[in-house]
Nanobody, 121 residues
Framework: QVQLVESGGGLVQPGGSLTLSCAAS????????MGWYRQPPGKGRELVAA???????SYYADSVKARFTISRDNANKVYLQMASLEPGDTAVYYC???????????????WGQGTQVIVSS
């Protein structure tokens, strides 16, 4: 069974930092690009960051560039390091997997269930 399980979400004050993790299983992790999407309350899903296999190429949305960092390791995990968090970053964050193009286009093969991030004082 393919599984993408996110963790690390929670409540953070503006300006704070948080790192999300995604544990992948059931597919050949090193052959898939990985991505992070987010969905703010009452709004649509948007791409945050993506990383190619084996990690040589990355993409970031303009809204998070220079604040967020996507990475992957050899233990079937992908991470999203978030710094200088703003209230606008409040959302459910989803891990996804697919070809690099599919991830960029929102057509990933696999999706996690999401982890909630709330940025508030």
């Amino acid at each position: 069974q393919v599984q993408l399980v996110e963790s690390g979400g929670g409540l953070v004050q503006p300006g704070g930092s948080l790192t999300l993790s995604c544990a992948a299983s059931g597919f050949t992790f090193n052959n898939f690009a990985m991505g992070w999407y987010r969905q703010p309350p009452g709004k649509g899903r948007e791409l945050v960051a993506a990383i190619s296999p084996p990690g040589g190429t990355s993409y970031y949305a303009d809204s998070v560039k220079a604040r967020f960092t996507i990475s992957r390791d050899n233990a079937n995990k992908v991470y999203l390091q978030m710094a200088s968090l703003e209230p606008g970053d409040t959302a459910v964050y989803y891990c996804s997997a697919g070809s690099y193009r599919a991830v960029l286009d929102g057509a990933s093969n696999y999706w996690g269930q999401g982890t909630q991030v709330i940025v508030s004082s």
